[in-house]
């Protein structure tokens, strides 16, 4: 099959989060299975201009449709680590992407809109006709849209798109602008409650409820959250337009690059290491000790790597740092927060630990560091509000440190309690699950942990192997991934 992936990231050349991760390693996984996979993405000044081999000119004068008049683009192609990958730049008195962020602009409705529209554009302009798009997120919504509305009746009638929702909270929302804008043009025929006006406010065009409604698949990254979104407020308003296309609807959860993220041959760790052999990780965790100015100790390590935001339960990130050291474990984090509440929060946190010898807060987002945390650090938390899938308990997993989670979203998928997990037998447990979000409930699930760390040694180790045992590649999400579109382009 010939697949083309819209998105706004892809590891590592455009990574804020998870989301780039997922396009990257989908995408070799699926050449790996012999399919044809291309990126589209925007050109963004700020991308890691240091991860594309030869970048070149692909597609020099592509003129996209915006208002009445038409903006000229360039397209660029190059390699991310093996991947083909297409970079539409707009020249535009909008700056569109150069704007040193990827993310968090007023008009990021109008620039994410504009590339839907140019990358079909360009497929359109360039004769591509990949038998499946394959689009993620907020901001590529429009996309099957347009397709559908627009672009079938040009030539692009056999083309089926699966979108794929990584978080239900950014839905993209406009104002009839965007239909003039894009050219869908006709308000009364997109503001009705079963194509594009959101549910709660009747004057917006929601692009994540297009992508809904259009695609031929709609998925979110775990079983278990596509049942939450469903039946829960976690689909954020959307749970009415799931429930009327539920047969179209499901959960697939993320894998990770197994090349990328291998403790056996991570070119970011001083130790390597596998499950029957973990000495490697002591070096690590001795390497991340030195580099972060930690006292050398036989105190357990526990980490915290994302997003510092309300998905991610910063009270109980913030808690889970003074209990740590309260319990006598040393604490690292890893955060970067958009939001400048939160980010002035955990610097003032940062200043007032600055001594202490036990913690250090790392603030800014720093994927060679997140490596070595992984590897050096005994267990992780992940006290979520909600979580699509998760990828940091994976990684952990993957990489011998013990997750501490929330009970929600994909880390039901992923994290078995040690000591209350109701499904698997003893030697498939992984972890440690809390489920409500208050101190008491991390703090039990987090003395346990520690507990086991310190009086039963043996045991705490039989717990990190079998983590290590579990397979979360991408084998068997992308054997899924292939149903899907096998399913649909027949259908
Ligand atoms: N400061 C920092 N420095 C270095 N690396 C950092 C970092 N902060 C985060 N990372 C890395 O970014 C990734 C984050 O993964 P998450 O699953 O937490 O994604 P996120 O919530 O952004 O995405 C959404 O999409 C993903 C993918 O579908 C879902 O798993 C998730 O639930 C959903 O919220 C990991 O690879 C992590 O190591």
Redesign the pocket.
Same mark, same amino acid.
């Given at each position: 099959m010939y697949i083309v992936q819209i998105a706004s990231e892809c590891?590592p050349v455009i990574?804020?989060?998870?989301?780039?991760?997922?396009v990257y390693g989908l995408s070799r996984e699926l050449e790996v299975r012999g399919h044809a996979v291309e990126v589209i993405l925007p050109k963004y000044d700020c991308m890691r201009y240091d991860h594309v081999w030869g970048m070149h000119d692909a597609y020099r004068d592509l003129w996209v449709p915006w208002y009445g008049g038409t903006i000229h683009c360039s397209v660029y192609c190059g390699w991310v680590h093996g991947q083909l990958c297409f970079f539409i730049e707009p020249h535009s008195g909008d700056n569109f992407f150069n704007r040193g962020i990827y993310y968090g602009a007023n008009d990021d409705n109008m620039r994410f809109a504009f590339f839907s529209k140019a990358a079909l554009e360009f497929l359109l302009q360039s004769n591509k006709r990949p038998d499946i798009l394959h689009c993620h997120d907020w901001q590529t919504g429009l996309v099957p849209v347009m397709l559908f509305e627009m672009y079938k009746f040009h030539g692009m009638g056999t083309q089926r798109v699966v979108y794929?929702i990584?978080?239900f909270k950014h839905q993209g929302m406009a104002g009839p602008d965007v239909l003039r804008a894009t050219g869908l043009n006709n308000d009364a025929y997109y503001y009705s409650r079963d194509r594009l006006v959101d549910d709660f406010h009747p004057g917006a065009i929601n692009f994540m409820k297009g992508g809904i409604v259009y695609s031929n698949f709609v998925n979110t990254? %775990?079983p278990h959250?596509a049942w939450e979104a469903r039946f829960s407020d976690i689909g954020c308003g959307l749970g009415r337009i799931l429930e009327v296309h539920q047969s179209k609807f499901g959960g697939v959860l993320?894998g990770?690059d197994y090349n990328l993220w291998n403790p056996e041959s991570d070119r970011y760790i001083p130790g390597f290491y596998n499950k029957d052999d973990l000495e490697g990780k002591a070096k690590d965790k001795k390497a991340l000790r030195e580099r972060l100015l930690l006292r050398d100790s036989d105190k357990p390590l526990i980490c915290y790597?994302?997003?510092l935001d309300n998905?991610?339960g910063v009270h109980l990130v913030h808690h889970a740092i003074y209990y740590a050291l309260h319990k006598g474990a040393q604490f690292v984090l890893?955060? %970067?927060a958009t939001e400048a509440a939160i980010n002035s929060k955990f610097w003032h946190e940062k200043q007032h630990l600055n001594n202490n010898p036990d913690c250090h807060l790392?603030?800014?987002?720093?994927?060679e560091?997140?490596h070595l945390i992984?590897a050096g650090a005994d267990m992780i938390v992940v006290p979520?509000n909600y979580?699509?899938?998760?990828?940091?308990q994976v990684?952990s997993l993957r990489y011998g440190t013990v997750p501490i989670v929330r009970g929600v979203?994909?880390l039901v998928n992923t994290v078995f309690d040690r000591d209350y997990d109701q499904n698997k037998p003893l030697e498939e447990r992984n972890g440690f699950v809390f489920y409500q979000s208050d101190y008491q409930a991390l703090e039990s699930a987090m003395s346990r942990a520690l507990d086991l760390w310190a009086k039963e040694p043996e045991e705490f180790q039989k717990l990190v192997k079998q983590g290590m045992e579990y397979d979360y590649s991408w084998n068997h999400p992308g054997e899924q991934y292939v149903g899907i579109y096998d399913y649909i382009r027949h259908k």
């Open positions: 590891a990574k804020a989060g998870g989301l780039g991760d997922v794929t990584h978080n990254v %775990s959250h993320n990770i790597i994302g997003r998905q991610k890893l955060g %970067s790392e603030l800014g987002f720093n994927e560091l997140s992984y979520s979580e699509p899938c998760g990828l940091t990684i979203g994909g």
